[in-house]
């Protein structure tokens, strides 16, 4: 195989996958310091605010203009959601249970990444495919499934749903745990819109792979192709 088949090659699966590498800190100064880090190293970060002690609407305000990289911000706070797409980050990720009470206009849902999360289990093809159903509904920017991985069975289930996605349609399918973390490299091979990957500046679901291994092992699929 030439060297320009494996460039071009490399070069399709890097345009195809999008790594987002959380932000924590439990202190504003803290968080700050860490998103500078990722940012001095990653195309894309994911901002987990709700770890912040006392975050106020101005600390919001700082961490936006801090911001150069593309963002997720994600919150379970109403307020926060509201002025974080109120800011203009990228998206925001909203949990689906909390989005109803929310009444947001059209350019807002053009930002959202709707979630379902199930920490303890990954449920059937049928009330997953339900639950997708109900979340198309909110016509948002981004769907985003993640459930606990407790066996093989599980992670085909994850598989149909990103299978079966629309066409154009954007969604994240995340199996978690140990046992899931085969869905964090394969799903965006299978269409998923991104992935997320740890790093030393913070880590934000059980079984998030370090971002130096996922890339090395994206690296090891080119030269082995």
Request: hydrophobic residues 40%.
């Amino acid at each position: 195989r030439s060297q320009s088949t494996r460039r071009s090659y490399e070069k399709n699966i890097n345009m195809k996958i999008k790594i987002c590498v959380p932000v924590i800190g439990k202190t504003f100064s803290k968080f700050l310091k860490n998103l500078d880090r990722v940012q001095e190293n990653f195309p894309m970060v994911e901002l987990r605010v709700d770890e912040i002690k006392n975050l106020s609407e101005k600390d919001l305000l700082v961490i936006r203009k801090r911001t150069t990289k593309e963002s997720i911000l994600t919150s379970r706070k109403t307020a926060i959601i509201i002025k974080a797409l109120d800011l203009k980050f990228d998206f925001v990720d909203v949990e689906f249970s909390l989005f109803p009470e929310l009444n947001l206009s059209k350019d807002h849902k053009s930002k959202v990444i709707l979630s379902f999360h199930d920490y303890e289990k990954t449920p059937s093809l049928k009330k997953l495919t339900e639950i997708v159903d109900n979340m198309r509904k909110f016509n948002v920017g981004v769907l985003k499934i993640a459930t606990m991985i407790n066996c093989d069975e599980d992670i085909k289930t994850l598989f149909k749903i990103l299978l079966n996605k629309k066409e154009n349609e954007k969604i994240i399918v995340i199996g978690m745990g140990e046992k899931g973390q085969v869905t964090r490299i394969i799903g965006p091979l299978l269409g998923s819109f991104l992935t997320f990957a740890s790093s030393e500046f913070g880590k934000s679901a059980p079984g998030q792979i370090d971002i130096n291994m996922m890339k090395s092992t994206y690296k090891l699929l080119v030269t082995n192709h």
